[in-house]
């Protein structure tokens, strides 16, 4: 342990170094104020003993254990001579930690120093299950943000830029890089950049080949940790990267949708600076980056697609479907037979609602007679997100726009109708690496964290126990250690709740709704019931965990927007549908509101209803406040109808 000791009067500046030494303290002696100042300013010791000869003396003492601001040292003060006593209030009014009064003895004084030494290693630990939270928590806040940006299709080259900035600060490294090539063989160049002194310029480059890092990752495929860059002999760093002085670093391979887009690597100018909880991190925010990119590309290369089919069919690739103003159907195409499995001597002449699934199917007539009686259009002239259903049964995601025609005096509707299932899927894909991401780094706090922190916290308890019985003075200490312990126990463990709210088991949502309502009692203050005749079980994980954040952002919404002081959630099951409903007595939901006004939770709310395939309404009630309803239809075939499963 590093220690700073001083003092002017040298026979006891040499007796408390030698116990000191003996104790197995690394010891800087000093003899003068500025020295002391100085070495403590430099070095940062943990621990300060200054020996106050007389009053005169104070005042130097004072400079020196005041240090520089933000630094946290245990000091303790010497006082050689009985009379010093009369400078002890002085001295606790300063932030002291400890005091040794009278003669020096080597027995009492290793007493005294056994404490201190305690305290000094109580506070590292502390210090570094603080900074371990808090770079547990940055870099949650990075993989949640980009895939928050996944899902609202944010431009690649933007999600990049975001991944390496959010990289360097999570891990407070130097700086980060991101290199793509065409081909495994091609140049790499850059892509995206971060932290450079001078920035790079936009024709950096690196040789292909296993010479290089990029190279070299592309080669071994597995995550590139670099200890130390002077000893590095698998592979060279390009003379852009050594100029910064970068010690060590992390590199990982982008996939890409047929071959390797490029690779992520971030550096530190100090050795050994990363290890397995960073690759961890780093492979979720690559494992991202890499889905993102596979999906535009699978996106991309289905417009090609599409555009050559019309090329070279010059035919439609899209269903198109008319109807009269009864709702049936007078003409079928052929792209429509291949979405809906229908020939189109099968539809035409019957109600289109046969294209329909249940709840849908009934309520489609009345839609038709509400308009033609009000003039109020919900759909026509708009393009909307529905299901639609098969001839064998099966249930889909569709784009469906609907305009009106007036044809020899007579009304019609033509719909054009587009198959979304694959793109559902791979929006799906991107949220399901999302929340599994969140719930892996979830339990590694749980498991790897708060099982060290419980650890700690019990061996505290038992020290203070025991210390207690001896009647030792130091028992008060020693349990205040452990109460900050645990406190830091609670809050990993309320950070693992947050970050996987529904457990894996059928009656887990129930419990998480629970706890919804407990935490916003606690964090709002308001009134908040869970209204539930009987225990509503949905066994897919992953609707639960949909239905649990469309009722944490009701929630949210209704105390933060709507002014709520009353919010009641109801979870009901109507013959085979689960229905959640979120209702408050706040200023209520206006009707008309223009989409920019709205905010992102609002769309969340209704992207993770149409990811399950649910109807979400939001509606101001008539004696005041808004109900949120979300209606869940067959939960047992939720999520799979577009994996080819019948309902």
């Known amino acids: ?134 770079a547990r928590a940055r870099q949650q806040a990075v993989v949640a943000e980009l895939g928050k940006q996944a899902l609202a299709r944010t431009d690649v080259q933007t999600m990049l830029d975001y991944a ?12 980060g890089v991101i290199l793509t090539a065409e081909t495994p063989e091609a140049t790499f160049r850059l892509q995206a950049a971060w932290g450079w002194e001078p920035a790079l310029p936009p024709e950096t480059e690196v040789p292909p080949g296993p010479a290089y890092l990029p190279g070299y990752a592309l080669h071994d495929g597995a995550p590139i940790v670099i200890d130390d860059a002077a000893a590095e002999t698998r592979f060279a760093l390009p003379p852009w990267m050594l100029d910064v002085g970068v010690r060590s670093g992390l590199c990982l391979v982008i996939d890409g949708r047929t071959q390797p887009f490029g690779m992520l690597a971030v550096f530190s100018l100090a050795p050994g600076a990363f290890g397995k909880q960073d690759v961890d991190f780093v492979q979720a925010v690559v494992n991202i980056l890499s889905e993102t990119i596979k999906a535009r590309a699978a996106e991309e290369a289905l417009r090609e697609s599409e555009a050559k089919a019309r090329a070279i069919l010059s035919t439609t690739v899209d269903g198109i479907i008319t109807i009269d103003e009864r709702g049936c159907v007078e ?87 587009r198959d979304i299932s694959s793109r559902r899927q791979m929006e799906r894909e991107i949220l399901r690496i999302s929340d599994q991401e969140r719930r892996r780094i979830g339990q590694d706090l749980h498991d790897g964290l708060g099982q060290m922190m419980t650890g700690i916290g019990l061996i505290s308890q038992s020290r203070a126990r025991k210390k207690k019985k001896k009647g030792l003075e130091e028992a008060r200490q020693v349990q205040e250690i452990a109460e900050l312990i645990q406190e830091a126990d609670q809050y990993a463990r309320s950070l693992t709740r947050g970050l996987t709210p529904v457990e894996l088991d059928a009656g887990g949502l129930m419990t998480a709704l629970r706890r919804l309502a407990s935490n916003a009692e606690r964090l709002f203050g308001v ?74 939770g609002v769309h969340i709310m209704r992207y993770r209803a149409r990811i399950m395939g649910a109807k979400l309404d939001i509606r101001s009630r008539e004696e005041g406040g808004t109900e949120i309803r979300c209606q869940l239809p067959r939960p047992e075939a939720a999520m799979t109808f577009s994996r080819g499963h019948r309902p």
């Not at 200054?50 to 003492?61: G, Y």
């Not at 930690?97 to 007493?111: I, K, P, S």
């Not at 390496?164 to 700086?175: E, F, P, S």
């Not at 007539?365 to 001839?391: L, P, V």
């Open 1 to 134: 342990m590093q220690t700073l000791l001083y003092g002017k009067v040298a026979s006891l500046r040499s007796e408390v170094a030698a116990i000191l030494a003996r104790r197995g303290h690394d010891v800087q002696v000093c003899a003068r104020p500025e020295e002391a100042r100085r070495y403590g300013a430099e070095t940062e010791p943990p621990l300060i003993v200054l020996i106050l000869a007389d009053e005169a003396d104070l005042d130097a003492c004072r400079e020196i254990w005041a240090g520089e601001k933000g630094i946290e040292r245990t000091i303790l003060i010497v006082l050689p001579d009985e009379s010093g006593a009369s400078m002890l209030d002085i001295l606790e009014d300063h932030g002291i930690d400890d005091f040794y009064l009278g003669t020096v003895e080597a027995a009492r004084f290793n007493a005294r120093m056994q404490f201190l030494e305690r305290k000094v290693h109580a506070k590292r630990r502390r210090r570094l299950s603080e900074a371990e939270l808090a």
């Open 164 to 175: 390496v900035q959010g990289t360097v600060a999570a891990l407070n490294a130097r700086c």
């Open 331 to 417: 003409s079928f195409n052929a792209a429509a037979e291949r979405i809906f499995g229908y020939t189109a001597e099968e539809v035409i002449g019957k109600n289109v609602k046969i294209l329909m699934p249940s709840p849908y199917r009934e309520e489609h007539d009345g839609y038709i007679e509400n308009y033609h009686r009000t003039g109020r259009r919900k759909i026509i002239g708009i393009g909307r997100e529905i299901i639609g259903q098969r001839k064998n049964g099966e249930i889909f995601p569709m784009d469906l726009s609907v305009s009106e025609v007036r044809l020899n005096g007579r009304r019609i509707y033509s719909g054009i109708v």
């Open 527 to 600: 009134r908040c019931d869970l209204a539930a005749d009987e225990e509503v079980l949905v066994h897919d994980n992953s609707v639960a965990t949909h239905l649990y954040r469309i009722a944490q952002e009701a929630v949210s919404n209704a105390v933060k927007h709507g002014k709520a002081r009353h919010v009641t959630i109801h979870m009901e099951r109507e013959n085979d549908e689960v229905i959640l409903r979120v209702v408050d007595d706040g200023v209520g939901f206006p009707e008309v509101l223009d989409e920019e006004k709205r905010g992102m």
